[in-house]
């Protein structure tokens, strides 16, 4: 399978890695915000970013921002049937607005626009969108002195009840579009 790990940092996890910055595990330097990207139509099987998106600057009109341009290049170049799968802080998260980095949030509603809602097909603008989506969100809690990373690691299982009946802050979002 061809990946593509958008802002891959320092850890190799994929078949191919961007970043913005170069280093020993990245393939590809190049800035996100600018388009095209270096790679043909109908490349990868999947592409991912992880803790990514919210560090995209706003920087115009909606047609115009850079998570517009970011969503229709990966778009772009996922082959059909392909899956972006991208992971990023819930806006309940403490964390969201409270990285100076971060400059914009996520909720369970944001991707919906790029999966064909009702919402996006009346907009100003016609820009591509991806067949299916499927979402997932993740909990921020504390179960006596046992905080959500012990319970996922531990105890998985109730990590997953917890997280079913809406118990503690809403944390990340797991996010997968399909081409």
């Not at 388009?35 to 919210?54: C, G």
């Not at 517009?68 to 607005?97: C, T, Y």
């Not at 909720?107 to 009702?118: D, I, L, R, V």
């Not at 991806?130 to 002195?145: C, E, I, K, N, S």
Request: net charge neutral.
């Amino acid at each position: 399978m061809n990946t593509l790990d958008i802002g891959c940092g320092k850890v190799r996890t994929a078949t191919v890695t961007l970043d913005i910055k170069p280093g020993p595990n990245v393939d590809v330097v190049h800035d996100i915000t600018r388009v095209p990207w270096p790679f043909p139509d109908d490349t990868f099987d999947e592409v991912r970013a992880f803790d990514v998106l919210e560090h995209l600057p706003r920087d115009g009109a909606e047609e115009a921002d850079s998570l517009f341009r970011v969503m229709i290049e990966v778009r772009r170049i996922l082959r059909p049937g392909g899956v972006f799968i991208i992971k990023s802080p819930h806006q309940d998260n403490p964390l969201a607005w409270g990285v100076p980095a971060h400059t914009r949030v996520f909720n369970e509603h944001t991707f919906t626009w790029f999966a064909g809602s009702q919402e996006a097909r009346v907009t100003r603008f016609d820009y591509p969108t991806f067949a299916r989506m499927d979402l997932r969100v993740t909990r921020l809690y504390q179960v006596g002195p046992v905080s959500q990373f012990h319970v996922r690691k531990y105890a998985p299982r109730l990590a997953t009840v917890l997280d079913r009946i809406g118990f503690g802050t809403k944390d990340e979002l797991h996010v997968r579009l399909t081409k």
